[in-house]
Structure formats: C-alpha cells, structure tokens
C-alpha cells in the first residue's frame, strides 16, 4: 500500500501508546511461517550438563528472531507421538530432534516429512542432516597430550567400550590412530561403568593386582573422578605417578586437584550449528562434526621412570 509517510510516523506513534502487539497466530495462518522452532529432546532438559544443547538453541533460534519450543519426551514413544502431533498443530516451522548422549535414533515419522536437523544423534539410511561431535578427533587429542608428555607405554583406558556407545567407539578409533602413528598402543582397558563409584571399585581392583599404569584416558570426567580417588587411597599422586586425561570437560575437571585435562564436549555449539542448518546457514549435507577442543591442566606429566611400591 502507497501510505504518506506522515500517517505512517502517526501510525507507528499510534501504534507504540497502545503497546499494540500483531497477532502472530493470525500472521501465521495467512503466511504459513510462525517463526517458531521446536526441539524435541530425550532428557537433554533435565540433564544439567547436556542443558547446555537446549541452552545453545535457545540463544540461536532467539538471535535469529524465532521462538523455540522444548518438549522432553523421556524416550517415551507414546509422549513423543502425542507431542509431536500439538508442534505440528501449532504450525511449527522447523524442527530439532536431539539426543542426551550421541546415539542413533528412529525418527518419528511425522518428523520425516518436515524441516529437520539432528542434534547429537544419527539416524543411518534416512539421509536426515545431522550435527554430532567429533569423537574420533577428540580420541586423538587425548592420546596426543600424552605423547607430547613423553608417554609411550603403560597407558590404560579406564570405562566401557561397547561397540554401541558411539562416543566410546569413535574415541578409542582415534587415541588407535594417533598412539599407533607413535609406535605406541593402549595397554589395556579396565572395564567400567561411567560413574565414579564403579570406576573407583575397579580401578582400584586393577592397581591392587599390582598393575602399573603410568597414563589414564578416562571416557568421562566422573570416571577420572574415580580413578583420582583410587590413586589417592593407595598414596599415589596425579601427575607424579600417573597421568589423567578425560572427556567432557564438565564443572568436575576444574574442581579436582589437580585440575584435570579434559576434552570438551561442545554442547553449545553443536546447538548454534544445529540452528544455523535448520535455517539454511550453510551446506546441509549428511553429517556434520563439531570439533571438541582438549582443555590442558595439570594432571598431565611426564612418566615415572620407575614405580614404587605401596
């Protein structure tokens, strides 16, 4: 419409007393585009470290003018129907499917059909675009920061390496990767759950067997927590008689003493990247790997040239 701008600038004045707001509803009903996105989460939101994903979308979708949605299903596939049936009602534009910990997932098939980026997760043959962490990167980081100390043997994994837990498969391909360019290997795993206490009872089992290990990769900061503790107990100290390294890089590697190295994992950013595809910064592609950059601290040294006995 041809408007002069005087009634224009009366208008808009008009407009600001009143507080007028538009009716975004109504705008979408007629343009089919309500500038809202939805994330559709596992148990991300209650998660407080993975709270980070939803708290990187949040920021994303706003910077971009758009409103976001969070729904936590907590794999309850009846909830995540219901669910994704009232986003699809409100005319959602586009959609976030993402996963606590990297996994592969089946996709609704409502989803299927919509706009859609995954978010820490997979789902291999759908050719969905998906945003995961560089785990196979990350690997060689940790292994890397053990090299460079010096470390050529004596190195021990600490956790559980099941090939369906992506994370732990992709990390150990790349620690592989870098030890065996060095004419180094891992010289074992000591199985364990992810959680202090488990890696506590069976780290502790393998040192009492009188095992030596000059360097420790843990698959998660809360198993360095344990092996930290197990160590401690036995009179052994970190970095003077053995070395730590970690994944995820969490509030608990600073606050150990010493102040654990740690390869971060990137939650924040994997959401902005996330948001950028969904709304079509960048080439979509198949899948996308955001790097995990290795955060240096003092649990790192070099090896002991030999062992005492406690």
Known sequence: MR?????????????????YRPDLMARGLRTRVTRTLALVTDSVASEAYA????YGSLLAAAARGYLLFVCETGEDVELEGQLVEELLDRHVDAYLYA?????????????????????????????????VPDEVAAGRSAAAALLDAGHRDGIWLVGETEPQVIA??????????????????????????????????????????????RAVICFNDRVAMGVYQALAVRGLRVPGDVSVVAFDDSDLAVWLRPALSSVALPHRELATTAVELLLGEGDPGTEHRVPMPLRLRESIGPPRASWRSW
Do not use: K
């Open 3 to 19: 408007i002069a701008e005087d009634t224009r600038r009366r208008v808009l004045r008009a407009a600001h007393e009143l507080r």
């Open 99 to 131: 996963s606590y910990f990297t996994r592969e997932v089946e996709v609704p098939d409502a989803l299927r059909s919509q706009r859609l980026v995954l978010l820490n997760c997979r789902a291999p043959g759908s050719g969905l675009p998906s945003v």
């Open 51 to 54: 709270g980070e994903l939803v």
């Open 168 to 213: 732990a498969a992709e990390r150990v391909r790349g620690m592989e990767e870098v030890l065996g360019a060095a004419g180094a290997r891992l010289a074992g795993t000591v199985p364990s759950a992810w959680w202090p206490e488990s890696a506590f009872e069976q780290f502790g089992a393998f040192l009492d067997e009188r095992r030596h290990p």
